[in-house]
Structures are given as structure tokens and as C-alpha cells.
């Protein structure tokens, strides 16, 4: 078995119960998880994290040329937001 090769150490000094292993040995996840919701609309660049800006996919057939482009391009993100961002994307 894997976990008896990689514990062989502590089941030859005793540390092992004897249906299994001790609650002492369990192993935990060292990496932090991306949120991929938010990696679908957020980008990191050098000076941050920029976005697309909202309103621009449907419904907007009565507007005018002038608010349309307004919402073209995009947009950074806030100072206050940053820290939330980096704790939803830990590798970009």
C-alpha cells in the first residue's frame, strides 16, 4: 500500500494504530484554491487588476452612441478591492 511505504518510519516505531493510522497524521491541502468566477473577469497586470465594464452585452438598443462608448474598454480595479483579489486569485 502507498500510505504504508510513506509511514513505514512511524509504523515500525508504533505510532500507527492497528486498524489504521493515527488522527494525528492526517494531511492537509497546502495550496490555496483559485475562485474561477473570478478568474473569468478579472486580468492581473503590472500596475494590478483590470476588468470589462458592465452594461454593454444586451438591452441597450435605444442608447445612444455617446453612453455606449462609455462603456467600452476597461476599467482597474479599486485600491480598497485589491486585497480581495489577490486572496480569490492566489496564482495570477
Do not use: Q
Not at 494531511?27 to 476588468?51: Q, S, V
Amino acid at each position: 500500500m502507498l500510505l504504508k511505504s510513506i509511514f513505514s518510519p512511524l509504523v515500525s516505531t508504533g505510532a500507527c494504530l492497528m486498524k489504521g493510522y493515527s488522527p494525528s497524521l492526517i494531511l492537509t491541502r497546502n495550496l490555496m484554491k483559485t475562485h474561477k468566477a473570478t478568474a473569468k473577469r478579472w486580468r492581473k497586470n503590472a500596475h494590478g487588476y483590470k476588468r470589462g465594464i458592465a452594461g454593454r452585452n444586451h438591452g441597450n438598443c435605444g442608447w445612444s452612441k455617446r453612453s455606449l462608448k462609455v462603456l467600452t474598454g476597461r476599467k482597474d480595479a479599486s485600491p480598497s478591492y485589491i486585497k480581495h483579489l489577490k486572496r480569490l486569485l492566489p496564482y495570477h
